[in-house]
């Protein structure tokens, strides 16, 4: 087994590496004065069931780069792979790249998360490992193996453990009606009540909160999603949520893309006590002090020990590691 990580992922890919007790593969890969990107392993891959960790995300720090950059170097570094003679492919990726467009929501547009996985396949990827996708259809895109892994069992402990929590009445807010059934898990995992906001957006980085169903009054709420981009329907949800009685509130999310003008939103709210993310995404630097980054090398790493000796995935969440 070797594990490599592109520029993305570098520190992710360090720890994972770490924690299954070994070195991270050395790879050469930089980016040319036009923009283009260049990917070479440095040792010998002939035969090896090689691990490629890439998040397809925006980094912002030591050396920035798009999205679009982060998966074309994702890409290369398959493709090297499979010319350097790799027996397997695993592609890790913490984070799916454009998996918000995963239908056509109006005529004469692509279904982008459905080409990256054609594109993924034709450059030679034998199996995919990703955290929480945003729309469990992603799955049946692919005609080879995908395991999901998910951070609930992360986000849930770090909760369960917060002292501060310790005897507060807590309710779980899902944010819209879509993440009703991650809500719905995350709650019955704490012990808490469940509520539903419902939100429109009038332009598209725009969220207006229409209602909120459920019971928040005098309680400690902790609203759940799958990631969080600009931030808009955290902060709009945060101040329904406040308004209707929640005494604080907390928010957890998987990924952190934290797009422009996530920061600002977020120091200018008193709304939210404190946001808990994970690594999937590198936290770039100028966040505000009420986001905490919790690690998410040991399930990659369990999960990426057990697809090399051909073991079971779901094992290492006890089965619970379904799309919700």
Not at 107 to 118: H, N, S
Not at 185 to 198: D, P
């Amino acid at each position: 087994m070797m594990v490599f990580a592109g520029r993305a992922s570098r520190a992710l890919g360090e720890d994972i590496a770490s924690r299954l007790g070994m070195e991270l593969g050395e790879m050469q890969v930089k980016s040319f004065a036009n923009g283009e990107i260049y990917a070479r392993f440095m040792d010998s891959i002939r035969g090896a069931d090689v691990f490629l960790v890439q998040s397809t995300c925006s980094t912002y720090d030591n050396g920035a780069q798009s999205v679009n950059d982060s998966l074309v170097e994702l890409l290369l570094m398959v493709n090297a792979a499979k010319l350097a003679s790799a027996r397997r492919i695993t592609a890790v990726m913490p984070w799916y790249g454009y998996s918000r467009q995963d239908k056509k929501s109006a005529p004469r547009e692509p279904i982008t998360a459905k080409m990256i996985a054609d594109v993924l396949q034709t450059v030679g990827v034998d199996r995919v490992l990703t955290m929480d996708l945003h729309a469990g259809q992603v799955q049946g895109f692919f005609n080879i193996p995908v395991d999901h892994m998910t951070a609930v069992p992360i986000l849930v402990r770090y909760f369960k453990d917060l002292a501060e929590l310790e005897g507060e009445r807590l309710v779980v807010v899902s944010p819209d009606a879509g993440r009703a059934k991650l809500a719905s898990h995350f709650a019955e995992k704490l012990g808490a009540s469940l509520a539903v906001l419902t939100k429109q957006r009038p332009e598209h980085s725009e969220v207006e909160m229409t209602m909120l169903i459920g019971d928040v009054q005098g309680k400690v709420a902790i609203m759940i999603d799958d990631m969080i981009d600009t931030a808009g329907t955290l902060v709009e949800g945060a101040k329904k949520v406040r308004q209707s009685g929640a005494t604080r509130v907390y928010c957890a999310a998987t990924h952190g893309l934290f797009s422009d003008p996530a920061f600002d939103r977020l120091a200018r709210t008193d709304d939210i006590e404190r946001i808990v993310v994970t690594d999937t995404i590198p936290l770039r630097s100028g966040a505000p002090d009420l986001i905490n980054q919790l690690p998410s090398g040991q399930v990659l790493a369990d999960c990426i020990a057990n697809v090399f000796n051909d073991e079971s995935v779901s094992e290492v969440f006890e089965g619970e590691n379904q799309l919700f």
